[in-house]
């Protein structure tokens, strides 16, 4: 666990508070000074004026160590550590007091360094690999808001203005002179620093479907939750197998090794809906360390007229920091880029050749990166990338032994341990079921499904969708006492008959997302023919309840609307073709799902 990863766990508000107290608090008159300042002269547990005993200092480490270690999943170190792991921490923060430095000169050095030599003050016990790792990244974080502490108080700003005016500031200069230089090495380099910061912050969260429920948290830091899926490709059959030796070989290799190696520096990575494509991507984004990440999801892109260039990455994905001038194109220049594209099944079928090109012209203009390309098994033909070097994989369903794992997390992260069990037993004594746990959103479906129904699962495709929407829709709301909150109370039927039309316009218009306008306009037409729900409101305030309430349509953007995932699209758009006899249409979209398995597929395939 990284400092930046461990960041997302100890928000600032309770570190701050805690690592506050081992300093003395100016008092009345502090001001201009340019006298050094030592270290062992601001803590407060040395001197006459001592604030904080060494007791003290023990349970201020341990409300830090309790504060990092809570969270869902498994705990970062085993647990009979954590005590000596506390005695640990106590020890190095007790090491600012021996420190012969100032405060300027800490400043200087960085958190980094900082902890380097308290670790070297306070020699650590002997700890197990991940309780050592735990400590190093807590003591580094720690060193963060400590350095910040120091530049916040009056007489260190005014000591530093006082050297500055004389030329001795050198960090602070040579700083500031890197940064300004035209040529931009040192100014890229702390860029990097801070984006893989905002990357850890953006992507290090994997929602988990089902866990909202009642009162757990629905996401889960992608460190603790990420469960590694297997990819496969076929290869034509070794020379020398023989004349017989026609069938293709199946290699077999762990998803997120999909970029590594010979062979694999450009990727078309297919999977079903719910298989953990995204999650890849997340995973990926967080792991790379020695490439830079982008993470472009197609359903933002394509909004925009043209699909972005280098310049453009992360202004097209909302990233709020901006890169020095000419960066992007440094990194892709020098071949040191992971740009990963997301969800082209997500795509209008015109829109696909645009994409094709966009993409290919970024490879060809930038040879050297690594490319990944994700989409459902069908959305396009099998040679569609091959001839520019492309190698397709197919995420692969999860094993008995995934299945288990995933299913011991969830009931774990939904504190749920006396339906763990009872699951596992039905998933191994009804093969028709475990047929349909082959992917983690399908597996947090019927986790959710077995806990809320006290273990009864319908055993169909198609019912377990049914079963999950009305659990989604009414059944979450009304356990947590929480129907009508906005002063609507819709039944899932109703909500059932207004998001199909909504889902129906999609499967119509290939399109996985809608303007608002658009989305008021067809509630406008269906409100009459469901009473219950015109009763209650006009077309903008039945939207505004579906989209803060029913957990299953969303506003990703300003004036858009989609929902949460695309099987939901799918059912709910097939669920109004066979209603309204459209039989044509679910035939034109037969093919929309994947693993050759239409008797047991998702959206249309499991109605037709």
Same mark, same amino acid.
């Given at each position: 666990?990284?400092?930046?990863?461990?960041?997302?766990?100890?928000?600032? $508000?309770?570190? &701050?508070?805690?690592? !506050? !107290?081992?300093?003395?608090?100016?008092?009345?008159?502090?001001?201009?000074?340019?006298?050094?300042?030592?270290?062992?002269? /601001?803590?407060?547990?040395?001197?006459?004026?001592?604030?904080?005993?060494?007791?003290?200092?023990?349970? /201020?480490?341990?409300?830090? =160590?309790?504060?990092?270690?809570?969270?869902? *999943?498994?705990?970062?170190?085993?647990?009979?550590?954590?005590?000596?792991?506390?005695?640990?921490?106590?020890?190095?923060?007790?090491?600012?007091?021996?420190?012969?430095?100032?405060?300027?000169?800490? =400043?200087?050095?960085?958190?980094?360094?900082?902890?380097?030599?308290?670790?070297?003050?306070?020699?650590?016990?002997? /700890?197990?690999?991940?309780?050592?790792?735990?400590?190093?990244?807590?003591?580094?974080?720690?060193?963060?808001?400590?350095?910040?502490?120091?530049?916040?108080?009056?007489?260190?700003?005014?000591?530093?203005?006082?050297?500055? $005016?004389? *030329?001795?500031?050198?960090?602070?200069?040579?700083?500031?002179?890197?940064?300004?230089?035209?040529?931009? +090495?040192?100014?890229?380099?702390?860029?990097?620093?801070?984006?893989?910061?905002?990357?850890?912050?953006?992507?290090?969260?994997?929602?988990?479907?089902?866990?909202?429920?009642?009162?757990?948290?629905?996401?889960?830091?992608?460190?603790?939750?990420?469960?590694?899926?297997?990819?496969?490709?076929?290869?034509?059959?070794?020379?020398?197998?023989?004349?017989?030796?026609?069938?293709?070989?199946?290699?077999?290799?762990?998803?997120?090794?999909?970029?590594?190696? +010979?062979?694999?520096?450009?990727?078309?990575?297919?999977?079903?809906?719910?298989? *953990?494509?995204?999650?890849?991507?997340?995973?990926?984004?967080?792991?790379?360390?020695?490439?830079?990440?982008?993470?472009? +999801?197609?359903?933002?892109?394509?909004?925009?007229?043209?699909?972005?260039?280098?310049?453009?990455?992360?202004?097209?994905?909302?990233?709020?920091?901006?890169?020095?001038?000419?960066?992007?194109?440094? =990194?892709?220049?020098?071949?040191?880029?992971?740009?990963?594209?997301?969800?082209?099944?997500?795509?209008?079928?015109?829109?696909?050749?645009?994409?094709?090109?966009?993409?290919?012209?970024?490879?060809?203009?930038?040879?050297?990166?690594?490319?990944?390309?994700?989409?459902?098994?069908?959305?396009?033909?099998?040679?569609?990338?091959?001839?520019?070097?492309?190698?397709?994989?197919?995420?692969?369903?999860?094993?008995?032994?995934?299945?288990?794992?995933?299913?011991?997390?969830?009931?774990?992260?939904?504190?749920?341990?006396?339906?763990?069990?009872?699951?596992?037993?039905?998933?191994?004594?009804?093969?028709?079921?475990?047929?349909?746990?082959?992917?983690?959103?399908?597996?947090?479906?019927?986790?959710?499904?077995?806990?809320?129904?006290?273990?009864?699962?319908?055993?169909?495709? !198609?019912?377990?969708?049914?079963?999950?929407?009305?659990?989604?829709?009414?059944?979450?709301?009304?356990?947590?006492?929480?129907?009508?909150?906005?002063?609507?109370?819709?039944?899932?039927?109703?909500?059932?008959?207004?998001?199909?039309?909504?889902?129906?316009?999609?499967?119509?218009?290939?399109?996985?997302?809608?303007?608002?306008?658009?989305?008021?306009?067809?509630?406008?037409? &269906?409100?009459?023919?469901?009473?219950?729900?015109?009763?209650?409101?006009?077309?903008?305030?039945?939207?505004?309840?579906?989209?803060?309430?029913?957990?299953?349509?969303?506003?990703?953007?300003?004036?858009?609307?989609?929902?949460?995932?695309?099987?939901?699209?799918?059912?709910?758009?097939?669920?109004?073709?066979?209603?309204?006899?459209?039989?044509? =249409?679910?035939?034109?979209?037969?093919?929309?799902?994947?693993? *050759?398995?239409?008797?047991?597929?998702?959206?249309?395939?499991?109605?037709?």
């Amino acid at each position: 666990m990284d400092p930046a990863a461990l960041g997302t766990r100890l928000a600032s $508000s309770v570190i &701050a508070p805690a690592l !506050k !107290k081992l300093l003395v608090q100016e008092g009345p008159g502090a001001g201009l000074t340019d006298k050094p300042v030592r270290i062992s002269g /601001l803590v407060s547990f040395r001197g006459e004026k001592r604030t904080l005993t060494e007791a003290d200092l023990e349970r /201020l480490a341990r409300k830090l =160590v309790d504060a990092a270690v809570t969270g869902p *999943g498994e705990p970062p170190f085993p647990y009979e550590e954590q005590e000596p792991v506390v005695l640990a921490l106590a020890r190095t923060l007790h090491a600012l007091g021996d420190l012969t430095m100032d405060d300027v000169q800490a =400043v200087r050095l960085g958190p980094r360094a900082l902890a380097h030599a308290l670790r070297r003050a306070a020699p650590t016990p002997e /700890l197990s690999a991940d309780a050592t790792y735990f400590l190093d990244s807590l003591t580094e974080w720690s060193c963060v808001h400590i350095l910040h502490f120091f530049t916040q108080r009056s007489t260190f700003v005014a000591r530093t203005l006082v050297e500055q $005016s004389r *030329g001795q500031a050198e960090a602070l200069a040579k700083m500031d002179a890197l940064l300004a230089r035209d040529d931009g +090495p040192g100014r890229d380099r702390a860029f990097e620093e801070r984006y893989r910061s905002y990357l850890a912050i953006r992507h290090n969260h994997l929602t988990i479907f089902g866990l909202d429920a009642r009162d757990t948290a629905d996401s889960w830091p992608l460190d603790v939750a990420y469960l590694s899926l297997e990819a496969t490709r076929d290869t034509a059959p070794e020379p020398g197998e023989g004349p017989g030796a026609t069938a293709p070989v199946t290699v077999r290799l762990a998803a997120e090794d999909a970029l590594t190696g +010979p062979g694999h520096e450009r990727v078309l990575l297919r999977g079903d809906a719910g298989s *953990g494509k995204t999650t890849l991507i997340q995973w990926l984004a967080l792991t790379s360390e020695e490439r830079i990440p982008y993470v472009l +999801p197609l359903r933002t892109l394509i909004r925009a007229a043209r699909l972005p260039a280098p310049a453009d990455f992360l202004a097209g994905t909302d990233c709020p920091h901006s890169p020095p001038d000419g960066w992007a194109e440094r =990194v892709l220049s020098d071949g040191r880029a992971l740009v990963m594209v997301d969800g082209l099944d997500e795509v209008p079928s015109a829109d696909r050749a645009r994409v094709r090109d966009w993409l290919l012209a970024l490879v060809r203009g930038y040879p050297g990166n690594r490319w990944l390309l994700t989409a459902r098994p069908t959305a396009v033909r099998p040679d569609w990338l091959a001839g520019d070097g492309f190698t397709e994989l197919v995420l692969a369903p999860m094993d008995r032994p995934r299945v288990t794992a995933f299913v011991r997390r969830w009931h774990v992260a939904a504190h749920a341990p006396e339906h763990e069990e009872p699951l596992l037993d039905t998933l191994r004594t009804k093969p028709d079921l475990a047929r349909l746990a082959t992917n983690p959103l399908m597996c947090g479906l019927i986790c959710a499904l077995h806990r809320a129904r006290r273990g009864y699962l319908p055993p169909r495709r !198609k019912a377990l969708y049914d079963a999950a929407l009305q659990m989604i829709l009414t059944e979450r709301d009304r356990q947590r006492g929480m129907g009508g909150l906005d002063g609507i109370d819709l039944e899932t039927e109703d909500q059932i008959e207004l998001l199909q039309r909504l889902a129906y316009s999609l499967v119509l218009a290939g399109r996985t997302e809608m303007d608002e306008d658009t989305a008021l306009t067809l509630l406008e037409r &269906a409100l009459p023919s469901v009473p219950a729900a015109s009763a209650q409101g006009d077309a903008a305030t039945i939207l505004r309840h579906l989209l803060l309430r029913s957990g299953v349509l969303r506003s990703p953007a300003p004036g858009i609307v989609d929902f949460a995932h695309r099987t939901f699209l799918d059912h709910l758009g097939a669920r109004y073709a066979v209603e309204e006899g459209h039989f044509d =249409v679910l035939l034109g979209h037969a093919e929309d799902t994947v693993g *050759g398995r239409a008797a047991d597929g998702g959206g249309a395939c499991a109605y037709a």
